[in-house]
């Protein structure tokens, strides 16, 4: 509504006096003001705020008429009348000095556009010189309390008890003054003879006169209000009658709002109550009251003092409140508190010391209500200012606020757009700024949109108003500010309207004269090019916008003529490119509802125009033609009372027949008037003959009657409503928004009948809901159930100007303030009051339609929340509770366990049997999120039942949980369930576990392999990020290393059920043959897999199945099965190939190939199987030997074999471009070879037989894990995916020198077979490197045979241990220097990327190379 912007100016007076100004006294134009002290009277200019001329009373004349106290303009600004202590009036006349002269006035270059022979030129643009001439001298016998003029006359009261109607020519025409002792008053205006109140020695203390009532309100010094008014029709003091409000006996001060009619009483005890006189009875009904609350203000709220002054501003909306102790507060019309000075930073220093409150002596709104002129008391200024400046000869200075406010307040037309526009004196402030981006592509589309919405797509979708809903939803708070132009200004200061289109994209103002439209694609302003044209036109009536073209309603000052004129936005500002039509009567108001325009004017008419664009001329111009006419004179009282008027679709069943079809939603069906707050509606009259007369053709252009006034709403500030249809979201759409002050917010919802349904006959098609929200609402996203507003923000720099030698500057004793926007969910009030209302299935209806917004899951949250604190904390007993029925009522929607918990972890344990007896057992609740799979909400569950239930009952649950999360991979959840059953064994339980936030990667999308290759478990839980899910110190896992884990200290029942768990859990992945989910299993929880398969070595790491192993690996890393050539190569090339390839892989080794692998991996800082979906296409560049492989260099190829089979190249290109091969071995050694195309093709075969490079990672560490576990059958069926012969020799070298079970070679022997056999039906891609091996099989046959011969076979653990880690004695050496070198670098690049989720994976990297490579030979 209205915001402080800055800090305060000040204003000081260049005349030096020892007298203190006290009052200050606007003219009716709020162009002068008059500023009292005790014998003085100056008068200053509001643009530029100078000091225009000063008065000084001389001694002789002083003593005669006494000190200065009251000051009054006469309306046409031509006289002022000064009150004084001995009871004279002073008359002193303003006169304009001779021609020409002027304090200020603007230089321009000579041929400049802006001449001095433009019309208005010296009375806008220049700062005139005026003279003050005493002429007259009344003496009314008695101290003068208060003057007020009135239409042609001034009235004046006296501390006698008499009231004066003085003429302002000095003369009293012989009347006698009016004591009160004669007027009768009464509680109502019906009893004429009212009884002669008690007005002995009581006099008026204040009043003020309420043109729109006909009268004075009025507070007499003994504290008592009320209102004095004529019988007769104009005011006179003949038949003067008096109405008192009971309820106040200690009244201050008075202000009376014209435009509402209200009157403003400030008592002695803070409080102000804002009274209305009743139509029909003349009795003074309460309003209501604007007072602090203890709630926001629980230090100052009863110490302010009495109410000093009360002052709307000049549009009505919004009054200002100061009190005797100081601080000023604002308020809306009907109670919506905005601002007060006597808390936060106007309050405090920024060294947290209190600061004095400013106390005002007078105060008055400057024009347009844009600033706020305040003399302050020398209170303000400090001790050591005063002993420095002179005591006798002071400059006194005035104080001025600054203030931005909404263009609702003066342009209500802007309630049908969902922008929010407010405005200053020479800028705008936009929240559409965000549009600009993607505004500029579709703004041609836009400008020939008409007035379809901008909003029509999803609130998310790729439309121009994409960010907008973004950036509202996301609480974005800058804004978009556009300057005024200069030009414009200088003639036109301030401006008055202001209105923006409904695509956002251009605004337009109206100041003085003229107006003037700007482009926020072009960012460029169009003015008239004709000055003349713009200066004899002064808008009356607001202006809107109507797709690319602007209207408004405005005075011809050269013809003396109202007139409606329409401008088209692309073409140049002049009169020859508009389209004018003259009116009748002064326009007040305009609105425009799709392509209707209606006006309201100053005769208490509406009328109603159609607006067509003429698509036959040349010129882009709309015709307007007049509709209809309607009279409101026998409701109106008064047209200024009028606050809004809008064309709606919203209609009641009233007079509405069944039998006609259903009316459009876009058919103008009612009028909607604001009259001085009480929302008044006129809908169509539909019952007469015309409508039952279905023979006659209707006649388009006649329009059908209203019916009489309907009253919607009292104490109405602003009304938003919207021309769109959304069949999805008719609840939002269709329904009348309502701003009420202190009240919050109303909405005129629909009802509609389910599923098409007859509706109920008792059941009405609308209801009035209201509701209260935190911010002052300025516009209505109707699709997307936000109301948008500004804040005011403050920002205390008096550190800055602390050393300052003026320790009294402003930017000390004023906070810096700002305007944020802000936003606000409604939504959640809405479905409250409808279930309060037991219309639970129009709640359902309306929550269904808007389950797709993004915050649609707060809303129910918050809506659970509201009604758990009122209920769960009242005192008293509640008959009918509401909270059940809330339950219920969320149990309609899937996010129904989610709400319910986040709620639950967001209020105080004391209320959670009140929430879960409403909503159910929490285990109850805890098995649906585990039957649904949702595993976050049930950890979520767990921590309520580790609060209600008993430690057994939750770690039944939390078993429950964790070997749920282990199935599906939620591995953080896992390491957290671990944590919390140790600490519920450890006598730890109170302190409940965190449960993720978010959900966990899944097994195949993201996990970090390489972060721990066999490190202990509560190393890996130590080690875990504490920044996403701020673990619990008291819930940290026990330190130490590995052997140390299962001290006496530690052994307990939840570590054995743990490890129990763990191993099941990878037994099952063995058994499945689920070797990468057993390696993601081992490395996130710091399983330690070598160790559990020396146990599991005869039992579950046994193959039963060789063939199915190996199909099932190929599928699982996405290995192409080997595929055989079509075409027939050169045995010479195969054979060198061959013989190069073996040879290379027989010196490098297998420990080769697995170091380049891992020191690829640890300086690239990623786990083995981050994301495959997402790395698809990557490729290693670190590792020296394996560049990139073009696509183009893979043919695809026919394949042969299982239907499982993936090892086409075409599949491998598609899934990675990674191979694996010794691609700069081959390039060296053949780079002088001449080959052939089919041996071309023969090289990409054996680069396209290998799989992804992620992959060959994966099963060349499995295959390190099982070699030191000794599991061979695993390392030799990796070695076969691998195709790697030294891996297969390697293998049989160990059992041939260990000495190893008969069965475990009986099974070997027999698995190797089987692959042989399939390899011959299945896949002879597989028979070359077979018959590799073949040798070596037969040899393992022969160690078979001997064995068998043998009669007893006695194990040596200690030799084979031997065995295995001698090879390691002479690579170790190197080992180890190679990895201190990998060490340095992996530190570097940890510090680089702290912020990546495998920083883990750094830290332990040296000591796992350090104790688990392996050499062999």
């Known amino acids: 509504m209205y915001f402080l912007t800055g800090w305060p ?108 022979m433009t019309p208005h030129y010296k009375e806008e643009c220049c700062a005139p010189a005026l003279s003050l001439e005493m002429r007259k001298v009344l003496d009314c016998q008695a101290p003068i309390t208060s003057l007020h003029s009135v239409h042609e006359n001034l009235v004046a009261t006296t501390d006698d008890g008499l009231i004066h109607l003085i003429h302002w020519d000095g003369l009293t025409n012989g009347r006698k003054a009016i004591n009160l002792s004669t007027v009768p008053f009464s509680v109502d205006l019906q009893s004429r003879a009212g009884p002669f109140l008690d007005f002995e020695g009581v006099y008026i203390q204040d009043m003020d006169f309420c043109a729109t009532l006909d009268g004075f309100a009025v507070v007499f010094s003994d504290g008592r209000v009320g209102f004095i008014t004529t019988v007769s029709d104009q005011f006179t003091f003949e038949q003067l009658h008096g109405v008192w409000a009971q309820d106040v006996s200690d009244g201050t001060c008075v202000a009376v709002n014209n435009k509402y009619r209200l009157m403003a009483f400030g008592c002695a005890n803070g409080c102000v109550h804002v009274y209305t006189i009743d139509s029909t009875t003349g009795v003074m009904q309460p309003s209501h009251k604007l007072e602090l609350t203890a709630k926001h203000y629980p230090d100052v709220w009863n110490k302010t003092g009495a109410v000093k002054i009360i002052r709307w501003s000049p549009d009505c909306s919004v009054a200002m409140v100061t009190w005797e102790c100081g601080g000023l507060s604002l308020w809306s019309v009907f109670g919506a508190h905005l601002i007060c000075t006597l808390g936060e930073d106007f309050a405090y220093y920024s060294s947290g010391s209190k600061k004095d409150p400013i106390k005002v002596n007078s105060m008055s709104w400057g024009a347009e209500g844009y600033h706020l002129w305040v003399i302050a008391d020398r209170g303000l200024m400090t001790n050591d200012i005063e002993q420095e400046m002179d005591e006798m000869m002071q400059q006194h200075d005035i104080l001025q606020f600054q203030f931005i406010k909404s263009a609702l307040t003066v342009n209500p037309c802007m309630s049908n757009q969902e922008q929010v526009l407010l405005q200053g004196e020479d800028r705008l402030y936009l929240n559409c700024g965000d549009t600009l981006q993607t505004a500029t592509s579709s703004s041609s589309a836009a400008t020939n949109s008409g007035h379809k919405s901008v909003r029509e797509g999803s609130l998310l979708s790729n439309s121009t108003l994409d960010s907008q809903g973004l950036s509202t939803l996301l609480g974005h708070k800058h804004w978009h500010i556009v300057q005024v132009h200069s030009t414009y200004l200088e003639s036109n200061w301030p401006i008055r309207f202001a209105a923006m289109d409904s695509l956002g994209q251009c605004v337009a103002v109206a100041g003085q004269f003229g107006f003037a439209h700007y482009s926020l694609i072009s960012r460029r302003w169009k003015l008239f090019g004709n000055i003349t044209q713009e200066q004899n036109m002064k808008v009356t009536g607001g202006l809107s916008w109507w797709k690319d073209c602007i209207i408004l309603a405005c005075f011809n000052l050269t013809e003396q003529q109202e007139e409606l004129r329409l401008y088209v936005r692309t073409s140049n500002l002049d009169n020859a490119f508009a389209q004018v039509t003259k009116v009748q009567s002064e326009t007040l108001l305009l609105n425009i509802f799709q392509d209707i325009l209606i006006l309201f004017r100053a005769d208490c008419s509406i009328c109603l125009y159609s607006i067509e664009r003429k698509d036959d001329s040349t010129s882009p111009v709309a015709n307007i033609q ?96 919207t021309c769109r249809a959304n069949k999805q979201k008719r609840h939002l ?149 509401l909270l059940p029925t809330v339950a219920k009522f969320i149990t309609e929607f899937p996010l129904f366990l989610q709400t319910v918990v986040h709620c639950a972890r967001k209020t105080e344990y004391a209320l959670w049997n009140y929430l879960f007896a409403a909503v159910g057992n929490p285990k109850d609740l ?185 199909k099932k690996l190929h599928n699982d890393f996405m290995w192409p099965f080997p595929v055989i050539q079509a075409t027939s190569v050169n045995s010479s090339f195969k054979n060198a190939i061959g013989e190069q390839l073996l040879k290379s892989q027989s010196s490098d080794g297998f420990l080769t190939s697995d170091m380049n692998s891992r020191t690829s991996l640890i300086s690239q800082s990623r786990s083995w199987l981050d994301s495959l979906s997402s790395t698809k296409g990557e490729m290693d560049t670190t590792s020296s030997h394996v560049p990139h492989t073009q696509d183009a260099f893979l043919s695809p190829l026919l394949i042969r074999g299982d239907e499982s ?54 099963l060349r560490y499995l295959l390190h894990i099982f070699m030191e576990a000794g599991c061979l059958e695993w390392c030799v069926i990796i070695g076969l995916i691998l195709r790697e012969p030294c891996v297969i020799y390697q293998v049989f070298s160990l059992l041939r020198a260990s000495e190893v079970a008969l069965e475990s070679l009986h099974n070997l022997k027999n698995g190797l077979l089987a692959v042989d056999r399939w390899a011959i039906t299945d896949c002879p891609g597989y028979r070359p490197f077979l018959n590799l091996i073949k040798p070596q099989l037969q040899k393992l046959s022969e160690v078979t045979e001997e064995q068998i011969s043998l009669e007893t076979f006695q194990p040596s653990h200690t030799s084979k241990v031997n065995e295995l880690t001698s090879p390691r004695t002479e690579e170790s050496r190197s080992t180890t220097a190679h990895t201190t070198t990998i060490s340095s670098d992996v530190v570097s690049v940890g510090r680089q990327e702290e912020d990546f989720p495998g920083e883990e994976e750094e830290e332990e990297e040296e000591p796992m190379l350090e104790s688990y490579d392996c050499a062999l030979s």
């Open 926 to 1110: 805890f098995e649906e999120c585990l039957m649904a799979n949702d595993l976050d909400t049930a950890a979520s569950y767990l921590i309520i039942l580790q609060s209600m239930e008993l430690p057994a009952v939750s770690r039944q649950h939390a078993t429950l949980l964790f070997s749920t999360a282990l199935e599906n991979g939620k591995w953080d959840l896992c390491r957290h369930i671990i944590r919390f059953l140790k600490a519920i064994g450890s006598g730890e339980s109170e302190t409940p576990p965190p449960t993720p936030s978010s959900q966990e990667p899944s097994s195949t999308s993201g996990f970090e392999f390489f972060r721990h290759r066999s490190i202990s478990l509560s190393q890996s839980a130590e080690n875990l990020p504490t920044s996403k899910f701020s673990l619990q110190k008291t819930l940290s896992m026990p330190s130490g290393p590995s052997a140390k884990r299962w001290s006496k200290d530690s052994d307990s029942a939840e570590h054995m059920c743990i490890d129990l768990m763990l191993w099941r859990h990878a037994r099952r992945l063995l058994e499945e043959v689920r070797l990468k989910d057993l390696g993601c299993f081992a490395a996130q929880l710091g399983f330690e897999l070598i160790s559990w398969l020396k146990k599991e070595r005869t039992r579950a790491a046994r193959i039963e199945d060789f063939v199915a192993t190996l």
């Open 1205 to 1258: 089979s993936i090892g086409s190249a075409t599949d491998l290109t598609e899934t990675s471009s990674m191979v694996d091969g010794d691609w700069t071995m081959v390039d060296d050694n053949f780079s002088t070879l001449s080959l052939t195309q089919s041996e071309l093709e023969h090289i990409s075969m054996e680069l396209a037989s290998k799989g992804p490079h992620r992959s060959q990672v994966q």
């Open 626 to 721: 007049l509709l209809q006419e309607v009279s409101m004179s026998r409701y109106i009282p008064h047209s200024s009372l009028v606050v809004s008027v809008t064309l709606t679709s919203v209609r009641t069943e009233t007079g509405i027949s069944l039998k006609m079809p259903q009316q459009a939603c876009d058919a103008a069906e009612s009028i909607m008037l604001n009259l001085a707050g009480q929302l008044i509606m006129l809908q169509r009259d539909r019952s007469g003959p015309q409508i039952r007369d279905k023979e006659s053709t209707p006649n388009p252009k006649k329009l059908l009657p209203f019916c009489a006034p309907v009253v919607l709403a009292q104490c109405v500030e602003n009304v938003w409503t």
């Open 9 to 116: 100016r000040r204003l000081v007076s260049p005349l030096k006096t020892a007298e203190t100004p006290f009052h200050i006294q606007p003219d009716p134009q709020r162009e002068f003001f008059s500023v009292l002290s005790q014998t003085q009277l100056s008068i200053w200019y509001s643009r530029p705020s100078i000091l225009i001329v000063s008065y000084k009373e001389s001694a002789k004349a002083s003593s005669q008429f006494g000190l200065y106290r009251q000051a009054e303009w006469r309306p046409d600004s031509t006289m002022i009348a000064v009150g004084t202590g001995k009871g004279y009036i002073l008359f002193f006349h303003v006169l304009l000095s001779e021609e020409g002269k002027y304090i200020y006035e603007p230089r321009y270059p000579k041929g400049g556009p802006r001449m001095k």
């Open 733 to 881: 759409l269709e329904a009348l928004w309502l701003s009420c002050g202190e009240a919050g917010m109303k909405v005129w919802l629909p009802l509609f009948p389910r599923d098409n349904r007859k509706p109920h006959s008792f059941l009405s098609k609308r209801i009035m809901l209201p509701f209260h929200i935190n911010i002052y609402p300025l516009a209505v996203l109707f699709e997307d159930a936000l109301v948008l507003g500004a804040v005011n923000e403050t920002v205390l720099y008096d550190s800055l100007y602390m050393h300052s030698s003026t320790t009294d500057c402003l930017e000390i004793l004023f906070p810096f303030c700002s305007i944020e926007r802000t936003s606000q969910i409604y939504l959640h009030h809405i479905l409250r009051q409808l279930l309060v209302r037991n219309l639970g299935e129009q709640a359902l209806l309306l929550a269904q339609s808007c389950a797709s917004l993004p915050y649609f899951p707060h809303v129910l949250e918050l809506m659970l929340h509201e009604v758990l604190e009122e209920e769960a904390t009242s005192r008293d007993p509640i008959p009918d509770p």
